[in-house]
């Protein structure tokens, strides 16, 4: 029986991965840093993880590195739109009964931004922030301070995500399910996600919702 579901919020709830990058491009460019990392690959990680790597490992600069990303975040919040289906999907589980953690590696100022944004704030029973753990994805200490919340098993709860960092996460903390939305970045790597279930988008992962329980919702 399906009791808890843990989702990302970047990329997988709000159409926000793009805002973080460009922020972090950004930031970049103010400082004059060049970085040979890919930014994309790193989105996903707490956001002092990425300063660190952007920075060469240099703490002061990752320090003024990461106050300007989050200062360039902060007039880009306005682009944040939901994914499709996201609200009709979190309304679906909601209606079903089942608790709601979204577990994300962005800061509490830009995660509750973004989710006020989105208007899914009130959708959810709990918010792990970045700022909430000492260790963020892919370690499962997030994973299992929202299993502990919701006071679900592993056994009985499912892990939403778009990369990499939140398959290892939700797999470490043995979730029974883990569903995938693919996106660009993954075409190359899928067999990095064999014990995954790989969608499209969030209508597909809605629409099994619907059939198994016969939810209103539906796109």
């Given at each position: 029986m399906l009791k808890g579901v843990v989702l990302d919020l970047d990329g997988t709830l709000a159409d926000t991965a793009i805002i973080h990058g460009e922020a972090w491009r950004m930031a970049l460019r103010d400082l004059g840093i060049v970085a040979n990392i890919n930014i994309n690959q790193l989105l996903?990680?707490?956001?002092?993880?990425?300063?660190?790597?952007?920075?060469?490992?240099?703490?002061?600069?990752?320090?003024?590195?990461?106050?300007?990303?989050?200062?360039?975040?902060?007039?880009?919040?306005?682009?944040?739109?939901?994914?499709?289906?996201?609200?009709?999907?979190?309304?679906?589980?909601?209606?079903?009964?089942?608790?709601?953690?979204?577990?994300?590696?962005?800061?509490?100022?830009?995660?509750?931004?973004?989710?006020?944004?989105?208007?899914?704030?009130?959708?959810?029973?709990?918010?792990?922030?970045?700022?909430?753990?000492?260790?963020?994805?892919p370690d499962p200490e997030p994973i299992n301070k929202a299993l502990s919340l919701m006071n679900s098993e592993p056994e009985s709860t499912m892990g939403v995500g778009d990369t990499i960092h939140d398959y290892e996460a939700y797999l470490k903390a043995?979730?029974?399910?883990?569903?995938?939305?693919?996106?660009p970045l993954m075409i190359n790597h899928l067999t990095r996600f064999e014990k995954a279930i790989i969608i499209d988008n969030l209508c597909v992962l809605l629409n099994a919702l619907n059939v198994i329980f016969k939810s209103p919702f539906s796109p």
């Open positions: 996903g990680k707490r956001a002092p993880e990425i300063a660190l790597e952007l920075a060469g490992g240099n703490l002061e600069l990752a320090q003024r590195l990461l106050e300007r990303k989050n200062s360039h975040f902060k007039r880009l919040v306005g682009l944040a739109k939901p994914k499709p289906c996201a609200i009709e999907l979190l309304k679906t589980l909601r209606g079903i009964g089942v608790k709601l953690s979204v577990v994300t590696s962005s800061n509490r100022v830009s995660a509750y931004a973004v989710l006020e944004m989105v208007n899914m704030i009130n959708l959810l029973d709990y918010i792990i922030t970045g700022d909430d753990v000492s260790k963020g994805k043995g979730l029974r399910i883990i569903v995938i939305i693919l996106n």
